[in-house]
Structure formats: C-alpha cells, structure tokens
C-alpha cells in the first residue's frame, strides 16, 4: 500500500514540475514584480494552472487544486535507521 503512496506522489510531481520549473524560468528572467501580481495561466490539454512568487515560497494552483511550497534552508539529515524496520536500513 505504501509503494501505491509513492508512485502517487511521483506521479504528481512529474505532472506539476512542468509549471513550477516554467514559472520560476520566468521569474528568473526579470519580471518578478509582475509575478507577484499577475497568475498566469497555462493550458497543455486539458491541464490548468496559475503560480504566485511570495516572500516565503511559492503558491501554485492546478486545475483547481491549490499548492503552497516554502523554502527550506539547506542542511543535513540521516535518513533510515539501523534498529527499526528491516527495509530503514542502512542508516545513512
């Protein structure tokens, strides 16, 4: 069940990473005044969305469900762990 969780999530990632990687390409290309009051629409087939800059993150929304993603500073972290469950390990 949990693989079934994952493979959702990559799936909507990959349909997602499209828009957000267009918008933050714009961003980057000089108009980030104009993103901070302007949405802009896209539409690829059926696929709707709109991407808001803000001082925290990023807001985008896609068809009609909405999506909020803030920074996070860089750093480390270990992931798995030795004494748990047998598919954690290695902790690493």
Same mark, same amino acid.
């Given at each position: 069940?949990?693989?079934?969780?994952?493979?959702?999530?990559?799936?909507? !990632?990959?349909?997602?990473? /499209?828009?957000?990687?267009?918008?933050?390409? @714009?961003?980057?290309?000089?108009?980030? *005044? $104009?993103?901070?009051?302007?949405? $802009?629409? #896209?539409?690829?087939?059926?696929? +709707? *969305?709109?991407?808001? =800059?803000?001082?925290?993150?990023?807001? %985008?929304t !896609?068809?009609?469900? =909405? %999506?909020?993603?803030?920074? +996070?500073? *860089?750093?480390? %972290?270990?992931? *798995?762990?030795?004494? #748990? @469950? /047998?598919?954690?390990? /290695?902790?690493?």
């Amino acid at each position: 069940m949990r693989n079934i969780y994952i493979s959702a999530l990559h799936a909507l !990632l990959l349909a997602i990473m /499209p828009t957000i990687l267009t918008g933050c390409t @714009q961003c980057n290309a000089g108009n980030k *005044g $104009q993103m901070k009051d302007m949405q $802009q629409k #896209r539409t690829a087939g059926k696929i +709707v *969305g709109s991407y808001t =800059e803000e001082h925290d993150g990023i807001r %985008f929304t !896609l068809n009609g469900v =909405e %999506f909020k993603m803030i920074t +996070v500073e *860089g750093g480390t %972290f270990t992931m *798995g762990h030795d004494n #748990r @469950q /047998p598919n954690e390990k /290695p902790e690493h």
